[in-house]
């Protein structure tokens, strides 16, 4: 018995017909593989040099700082959106952003490689994100309670991608299932492919909520006037945008 995600098998027979039959009826030809690397490099880009004023403003020889635990979370991070960019763009020259039937059997199994490899990437890197900032908030609030709150994040965010990761890494069994089953000629289980992006998406949105209003009662209750507590407020929450 064997299950497929994402709706199910399409046999080497259906997609070399297919091909066939769209070509000789002329189907139009629906291409946005160049969208995808038109998007994402340029904020990768954009991502790269953010991260690099940030380190470079942390580096000892010229601010007599010193990199914190939040800034090599972040590098992590940074190096994770660098993979996904990468693999993106491997993506968009191997199938995704093409109609199906124009596609070899060869080129479909390797997106559906290449996909799996960037689920893989996509979960520690948003997550390790979150656990920056929340490093971040543990350097700069010296109030107990507050640090108390952070620490309970930090061990939340931590078990959630744990916990996510290897949900993704063991979503279809054999692994080998989840690029092979789309040819009805293998055999294994998968997970439910929506049910799992749904409760990522919503255990990420959950967390960005938490994780950008956790310090802002704290900013509240600091001895300032209120125009300067709403600009600090303002500041911390911008990425609630």
């Given at each position: ?40 490099i340029p904020l990768a880009v ?59 059997p060869h080129d ?134």
């Open positions: 018995m064997s299950s497929a995600p994402l709706g199910g098998f399409r046999t080497n027979l259906q997609t070399v017909t297919e091909n066939v039959t769209a070509t000789t009826c002329a189907w139009p030809v629906r291409d946005e593989s160049a969208s995808l690397r038109n998007i994402s954009i991502a790269s040099i953010f991260v690099a004023a940030r380190l470079v403003a942390r580096i000892p020889v010229l601010t007599g700082s010193s990199f914190k635990a939040d800034d090599w979370m972040i590098l992590a991070s940074w190096a994770l959106a660098m993979a996904f960019t990468i693999l993106l763009a491997m993506l968009s020259y191997s199938g995704l952003g093409r109609n199906v039937w124009t596609l070899t479909i199994t390797k997106t559906l490689q290449l996909f799996t490899a960037l689920e893989k990437v996509y979960i520690p890197c948003i997550w390790f994100t979150k656990i920056s900032i929340l490093l971040l908030y543990l350097r700069l609030f010296p109030d107990p309670k507050l640090r108390r709150n952070i620490k309970i994040g930090l061990g939340l965010c931590s078990i959630t991608v744990f916990a996510l990761f290897w949900a993704c890494v063991f979503k279809c069994w054999p692994i080998s299932f989840a690029w092979n089953y789309w040819d009805g000629e293998h055999k294994g289980k998968c997970t439910s492919e929506a049910a799992q992006g749904w409760a990522n998406s919503f255990l990420n949105m959950f967390a960005d909520i938490v994780v950008l209003l956790l310090p802002l009662p704290t900013i509240w209750k600091l001895n300032l006037s209120t125009e300067k507590r709403m600009a600090i407020m303002a500041m911390f929450s911008v990425g609630l945008l």
